[in-house]
């Protein structure tokens, strides 16, 4: 199966702000997705389908792709932005796949 | 309002069978896939698979066929993920979660609670 690829952690400055990328050869065919999980929490979905955001998600969170990375853009980084994030997307044969996650840091 | 309530959670002990639940409500179950993603302790998130509960069609990650059992009971609205061997492995946190049914989405967009299984003699 496919594998995406995600840095293990970044952190950003209150209110900059910070990329998150997802590397892998299936992003090349099909869209990615983002999701944010707190400590304790269940992820939520942020981004969808490359770049849509759910009801009730902020619009400082957006997404982009070009050739196999896939980017999450948050613009002015919140401290309750703090959290993992997760990337996913499909492979060839119709199976899922999850990112390795990155944690990020609001300084 | 699209909800889905996890339970079934608990410490079992190694060669136990589990079988734990999601209850979904507020949207039409027949109409998305329920997946499930495992969590083990401070790692990242796995899928496991996914079941379609209008015919029951089911896909499993390579990683778990074999080794779990995912089915729905439509008349209750409710999917299940089951054991029939705990391992020590199996500790971990269980998500499940909705995903649109078109194959133009590859996505989860509701989540459970989350039900913790540990497995421990």
């Known amino acids: 199966s496919s594998e995406l690829t995600q840095d293990p952690a970044v952190s950003v400055a209150l209110g900059q702000t910070v990329r998150i990328t997802c590397q892998g050869d299936?992003?090349?065919?099909?869209?990615a997705s983002w999701y944010q999980q707190k400590p304790g929490q269940a992820p939520i979905l942020v981004i969808y389908a490359k770049n849509n955001r759910p009801s009730g998600i902020p619009d400082r969170f957006s997404g982009s792709t070009s050739g196999n990375t896939a980017s999450l853009t948050i613009t002015g980084a919140q401290a309750e932005d703090e959290a993992d994030y997760y990337c996913n997307s499909r492979d060839r044969s119709g199976d899922f796949v999850f990112g390795t996650g990155t944690t990020v840091t609001v300084l | 309002e699209v909800q889905l309530v996890q339970s079934g959670a608990g410490v079992k002990q190694p060669g136990e069978s589990l079988k734990i639940s999601c209850k979904t409500s507020g949207y039409s179950f027949i109409s998305y896939w329920i997946g499930w993603v495992r969590q083990m302790p401070g790692k990242g998130l796995e899928w496991m698979g996914f079941?379609?509960?209008?015919?029951?069609?089911?896909k499993y990650s390579p990683s778990f066929e074999g080794q779990v059992t995912i089915s729905v009971d439509r008349s209750i609205t409710t999917a299940y993920l089951q054991w029939s061997s705990l391992k020590a492995s199996d500790t971990a946190m269980y998500y499940c979660?909705?995903?649109?049914?078109?194959?133009?989405?590859?996505?989860?967009?509701?989540w459970g609670q989350g039900a913790l299984v540990t497995v421990s003699s």
């Open positions: 979660a909705r995903r649109p049914y078109s194959t133009a989405y590859y996505h989860f967009d509701y």
């Open positions: 299936t992003l090349r065919s099909y869209d």
């Open positions: 079941i379609y509960p209008a015919d029951s069609n089911i």
